[in-house]
């Protein structure tokens, strides 16, 4: 698909309709606070690549039994869901790209029912654009090495690692809390609705991905679509967008790297960087959890290190720990956290003065 | 979450200022053709249980090699995205299934682009909710197998098989043309966006999954959930709303079919069914593709016979056959297909004649 806008018009005074039934509601006394007006909503894949493969499916008789176990089948390809609010004006899109063992999930409907970043960036006039990463939910993977080793086509061994979280694991990574059960006390993580996150955890089969990650190209490929986007990455694709820039740097506006680790790079990367405007978030409690204390307070210091780099090379690159910013409590899933909109509000803050205004 | 109703509600006054800004653009001139105005959006999860793994990843040194393997992690869940109208009234909403080696993709942005059924029934002021199957997509599936394998724990031969479709099996399977690249002279499906279409297609592991199949019991409990909803299913999940009705009819007030196979039932199970209003959707070319005549015939024929059973029940069952209905040319694919909105008004009308009308 060129233009994912093209759209066919079944009803042509919807809107305006619509519009007036609103009003006489309103007129009725009746609030609208909860409509939501869009002017255009869909989805598309960016990407993908056709490869010929000789292991369709994992049985001896191929696909139904019907004798057929080879042909042609897509592969890397990424899927976009997009939403556009009637009042985008000029602002740039936001795509928001989740971490490992998670979807796009991770920015829709919190674990407790509250509204996540997606409708919320609506509802402040900015177009959504929600990608899953290549070789999960609903962008797929490659199958093919799965099912070679199940035709016995190659040993095991080969299988790449397929990587998840227990709620163990999730719990004390993602800073719910010191200790399985526990949180801390002004904890900001809906742990009541801790057993509904669990849900949003899925296999992560990236250990399959060619090199560079398809997803990193497709992110590049996606702001050149749009001609012109801010791109976010949470945890395992927190410096996603900065990988997409090392690749192509075209019609990629800013950089929102939250709670991920920021890897050395070299001058010519860092001086690339730093003509983007740069943000990267974390939350709270960055070494109150004893089991990852280490680990996160070494993924702080990479990033706290990339920003002064970039800063050092002449970028305009903001370190975000939020309790400077007077938002205390944050665990990893600061986009599911009770006060995820104050910090959406922080991060749109920043958009408006380091990017938007810049347009000008 | 118990309520997916419940949204903050960030801007008390957005619903009316958006309305008055649309009709000032009306009023200049700009139409407004496009507008959606939604009552409410999210996403949630039905059903998932929590197991015990000492396979969580495929590393020996554990997640992240940081020793721990083991643990609890959710499966069997399903991930259920959806959105309300403005203007839903006292309409149903409407649960539509994806098929075989897809997503929910399937009923969003055509892959020519134009729009999808989600978004017409939104227009037609149905509330949509779209679920990825369990072991597809957003909902995830369990990867204790795969890990066990890879850890040397089990044979390689007890890998489930993956199943997909290439571009070849494909076409002709889901009746684009009767050979490879060649469509037929009233083809309804866009051919020339099928590079696009092969961007849909995604790994199936439904065979990892227990019995009966989560997704039939999730779809019960989203049914009860809603207090009333239409099921819809597609191929592979044709007949997943009927094997919904048989764990539980509770809150299902109407049952879709769409290209599937239905499998012999005994008579209590025909007389269960019977109770709820059934609608069989088959599009055009039945048996005019070689190489799958003999495969559609026989489920076409299927069908035929479960519709017949049902009126002899005592039922309201509809076998909707498109060339009979004024529609021709359709593919499997119809939802898709260049008259997608037309296929879709035939069975909005069939809801309200057969399920709606019959709630009065």
């Known amino acids: 698909m060129n233009n994912p806008r093209r759209f066919a018009k079944p009803s042509r005074q919807f809107g305006l309709l619509a519009c007036l039934a609103v009003l006489s509601l309103a007129a009725a006394g009746v609030t609208t606070?909860?409509?939501?007006?869009?002017?255009?909503?869909?989805?598309?894949?960016?990407?993908?690549?056709?490869?010929?493969?000789?292991?369709?499916?994992?049985?001896?008789?191929?696909?139904?039994?019907?004798?057929?176990n080879n042909g042609h089948i897509t592969?890397?390809?990424?899927?976009?869901?997009?939403?556009i609010p009637e009042d985008a004006g000029a602002h740039l899109p936001v795509v928001m790209l989740h971490g490992c063992c998670l979807s796009s999930k991770s920015y829709e409907t919190t674990p407790d029912g509250r509204m996540g970043w997606n409708e919320y960036f609506l509802r402040k006039h900015?177009?959504?654009?929600?990608?899953?990463?290549?070789?999960?939910?609903?962008?797929?993977?490659?199958?093919?090495?799965?099912?070679?080793?199940?035709?016995?086509?190659?040993?095991?061994?080969?299988?790449?690692?397929?990587?998840t979280a227990t709620h163990e694991i999730a719990w004390g990574l993602f800073r719910f809390g010191p200790t399985m059960g526990k949180s801390f006390a002004n904890e900001q993580f809906p742990v009541e609705a801790f057993d509904e996150?669990?849900?949003?955890?899925?296999?992560?089969?990236?250990?399959?991905?060619?090199s560079p990650n398809p997803t990193w190209t497709n992110l590049s490929g996606l702001a050149i679509?749009?001609?012109?986007?801010?791109?976010?990455?949470?945890?395992?694709?927190?410096?996603?967008?900065?990988?997409?820039?090392?690749?192509?740097p075209a019609d990629i506006k800013g950089l929102i790297t939250i709670e991920s680790v920021c890897p050395a790079l070299n001058a010519a990367q860092i001086s690339s960087l730093a003509k983007i405007p740069t943000l990267v978030v974390f939350g709270d409690h960055i070494d109150d959890v004893p089991a990852y204390a280490d680990f996160w307070k070494d993924r702080f210091e990479s990033c706290a290190t990339f920003v002064e780099q970039e800063k050092a090379a002449g970028g305009d690159a903001t370190m975000m720990h939020l309790p400077k910013y007077g938002q205390f409590g944050n665990s990893h899933m600061l986009m599911q956290d009770k006060n995820n909109l104050q910090v959406a509000d922080l991060i749109l803050k920043w958009i408006d003065e380091h990017v938007e205004d810049k347009k000008k």
């Open 197 to 210: 996150f669990g849900k949003q955890v899925i296999p992560d089969l990236n250990a399959v991905l060619p």
């Open 75 to 83: 592969v890397d390809q990424m899927y976009v869901q997009y939403q």
């Open 225 to 248: 679509k749009l001609k012109g986007a801010i791109l976010m990455g949470h945890s395992e694709s927190g410096f996603f967008p900065e990988q997409a820039a090392l690749i192509n």
């Open 126 to 163: 900015r177009a959504v654009y929600l990608p899953d990463q290549v070789s999960r939910a609903r962008s797929g993977f490659d199958a093919t090495l799965y099912n070679e080793i199940k035709l016995g086509k190659r040993p095991a061994s080969d299988m790449p690692e397929i990587r």
């Open 33 to 68: 606070a909860d409509s939501l007006l869009l002017k255009e909503q869909g989805s598309f894949f960016v990407g993908g690549r056709t490869i010929y493969t000789d292991a369709l499916t994992g049985n001896k008789d191929g696909f139904l039994g019907r004798g057929v």
